[in-house]
């Protein structure tokens, strides 16, 4: 990683997951080592340029690994480093905070006027 980084632990992580597909292919590789065209159908709707530019700054980050195998047709393999996985205690709080909310915000859009009342 050639950039400095900031100053703020918070800010710091924010800058290594802030991208929406970058939490999405580790939510992934959280499951095991995935080959390219697994993540491209897993996280969904990301181009082959952006999934590859993606899997190359989480690489350099040091977040995964990248295993290209001398095969025809090629095959390459990404992995989560450990400290890529050591992430997944943020990515759980997030896919729980994600759970509670729209449960709540489903009793809010039903209009419950006693919702967030102590």
Known sequence: MNKELPACP???TLTLITDRWKVLIMRDLLEGTR?????????????????????????ESGLLTRKVYAEVPPRVEYTLTELG?????????MA????EYKEKFAILKNGDDNYGEV
């Open 96 to 99: 729980e905070w994600g759970v």
């Open 85 to 93: 996985y050591s992430l997944k205690p943020i990515l759980d709080s």
């Open 10 to 12: 918070v800010e710091t």
């Open 35 to 59: 080959r390219f065209g697994q993540l491209k159908k897993s996280v969904g709707q990301i181009s082959q340029k952006v999934l590859t530019s993606n899997l190359r700054a989480m690489e």
